[in-house]
């Protein structure tokens, strides 16, 4: 009778190679860190540039513990901590992202479905979506003034462009024979929007809501230049005053490493929703 308990299951050696290159993925993500903050140390320790220029990592580092904790009777940087100012400028972000969503998908779909509307409304997307933030910012403070809604509806406008066309790009890219076979099936317009048109259009939503989100990270401090403390984007702006470089070293690196983490978060929840992507 042969032992069968040392035997190795079968699939086994498959299953543990996407551990495997996962491993070697963050190995090599660790390494190019490593080797991006050693060469800023060295930069630094030969004093290539002068502090106020490229500040060194540590100074950057007692910055965050500064942003964090209390110093001489003042809390964090600016009166607030580092994550009250991330949370101020998430709040804004949040808003106007999800207007964007609200009012761009439906858009959207008008654009894709509805000839007249996409002839009319078509250009003015485009127009908007050509526009630097900074040449309208301006305007939006007149309108609505120093407080939130200015910000909000800028980084909306920044927005709203890329989902309103992600999903007019998905619509364009449907296989005829979806919606006639759906048709033929009995569906009424409408199903056939509900339960074909949409599922088939998630893959260039999200891909169009990684791109505004994106945009709005840009935005944040334009949009945060005036009244925006506390915000992150408001923070980095207030170092000009006073050449604190370490601090809009450490803001950019917040910024980024919040990006790159709802980004990653966005691509999970897509994998989860849209499971079919790239095998259609």
């Known amino acids: 009778m042969s032992d069968t308990s ?9 299953s543990t190679r996407p551990n495997r290159r996962r491993a070697r993925a963050w190995a090599l993500r660790v390494t ?85 509307v996409r002839t009319v409304l078509r250009p003015y997307v485009d127009f908007i979506r050509s526009l630097p933030p900074l040449a309208y910012f301006s305007i939006l403070i007149i309108w609505f003034g120093i407080e939130d809604a200015s910000k909000v509806w800028l980084l909306f406008l920044a927005a ?25 099936l009995g569906a009424s317009r409408t199903q056939t929007v509900i339960r074909t048109v949409i599922p088939a259009v998630l893959p260039d939503f999200f891909t169009g809501l990684r791109l505004a989100i994106g945009f709005a990270f840009t935005t944040i401090v334009a949009a945060e230049t005036v009244n925006g403390l506390p915000g992150i984007g408001g923070l ?45």
């Open 236 to 280: 980095a702006w207030e170092t000009k005053k006073f050449q604190q470089t370490d601090i809009a070293v450490l803001c950019v690196i917040v910024i980024g490493l919040t990006a790159v983490l709802i980004d990653q978060l966005i691509r999970a929840v897509e994998h989860q929703l849209v499971p079919w992507k790239g095998r259609v």
């Open 6 to 14: 040392t035997r190795p299951r079968p699939g086994s050696g498959r």
């Open 32 to 116: 190019a860190l490593a080797l991006v903050l050693g060469m800023w140390q060295f930069v630094t320790v030969l004093e290539v540039w002068p502090p106020v220029i490229v500040p060194p990592p540590s100074s950057v580092w007692d910055r965050f513990v500064q942003s964090v904790t209390v110093h001489d009777g003042v809390k964090g940087l600016s009166n607030a901590y580092l994550w009250e100012h991330l949370w101020a400028s998430g709040w804004r972000l949040i808003q106007g992202i999800t207007w964007a969503v609200v009012i761009g998908v439906p858009l959207g779909l008008a654009l894709a479905l509805i000839r007249p």
């Open 160 to 184: 709203i462009a890329p989902i309103a066309l992600s999903v007019v790009a998905g619509v364009d890219s449907i296989r005829p024979a979806w919606t006639e076979s759906a048709r033929a």
